[in-house]
T-cell receptor
Framework: NAGVTQTPKFQVLKTGQSMTLQCAQD?????MSWYRQDPGMGLRLIHY???????DQGEVPNGYNVSRSTTEDFPLRLLSAAPSQTSVYFC?????????????FGSGTRLTVV | RKEVEQDPGPFNVPEGATVAFNCTYS??????FFWYRQDCRKEPKLLMS???SGNEDGRFTAQLNRASQYISLLIRDSKLSDSATYLC???????????FGTGTRLQVFP
């Protein structure tokens, strides 16, 4: 099993550009989430989804869009990149049916906005 | 007040020491609790879930105190390889969101 796969691993954007961070999981997990991690701020929830077709906002949703058309994929879209969105982005998935349940994280996308 | 707050770090301890981290949560009806470990520039990895009765996994013991609204992680006989950031996480009541604390850095020295 690949687990949770994030692409790209690194990205540099110019202010105002848009892009999509990809996240895919092959564990048939119903829950998926996007977090950003900044120094001293811990992991902050951007958006999450409890199943295909269902998404909701987390703590810091502004400037980001998500959709969940399939169980496997949960892309995160930056509409108009700003330097404040420079961060490390983690996607995670979770299933209530798994033993010792807890979120499984992808390896992250390091985004720099200049 | 933040939903989840952790002890400020860093904790610098010698090998073999016992170290404890606390994490407080604001929603008294929170339902699920976790400890994650994160190595530098890596993704967080689940260390252990925290059960109401407390649970142990080798040198690691997690406890939940609902009355005082905190969870704790005890590491016995610290190893150099335990050096990492430890994050607590909570699923508040009636939500599906996993909310993290800011993490506590542990550095174990020889």
């Amino acid at each position: 099993n690949a687990g949770v796969t994030q692409t790209p691993k690194f990205q540099v954007l110019k202010t105002g550009q848009s892009m999509t961070l990809q996240c895919a999981q092959d564990m048939n997990h119903e829950y998926m989430s996007w977090y950003r991690q900044d120094p001293g701020m811990g992991l902050r929830l951007i958006h999450y989804s409890v199943g295909a077709g269902i998404t909701d906002q987390g703590e810091v949703p502004n400037g980001y869009n998500v959709s969940r058309s399939t169980t496997e994929d949960f892309p995160l879209r930056l509409l108009s990149a700003a330097p404040s969105q420079t961060s490390v982005y983690f996607c995670a998935s979770f299933s209530t049916g798994q033993e010792n349940y807890g979120y499984t994280f992808g390896s992250g996308t390091r985004l720099t906005v200049v | 007040r933040k939903e989840v707050e952790q002890d400020p770090g860093p904790f610098n301890v010698p090998e073999g020491a016992t170290v404890a981290f606390n994490c407080t949560y604001s929603n008294s009806a929170s339902q699920s609790f976790f400890w994650y470990r994160q190595d530098c520039r890596k993704e967080p990895k689940l260390l252990m879930s925290v059960y109401s009765s407390g649970n142990e996994d080798g040198r690691f013991t997690a406890q939940l105190n609902r009355a005082s609204q905190y969870i704790s992680l005890l590491i016995r006989d610290s190893k150099l390889s335990d050096s990492a950031t430890y994050l607590c996480a909570v699923i508040p009541y009636n939500t599906d969101k996993l909310i993290f604390g800011t993490g506590t850095r542990l550095q174990v020295f020889p």
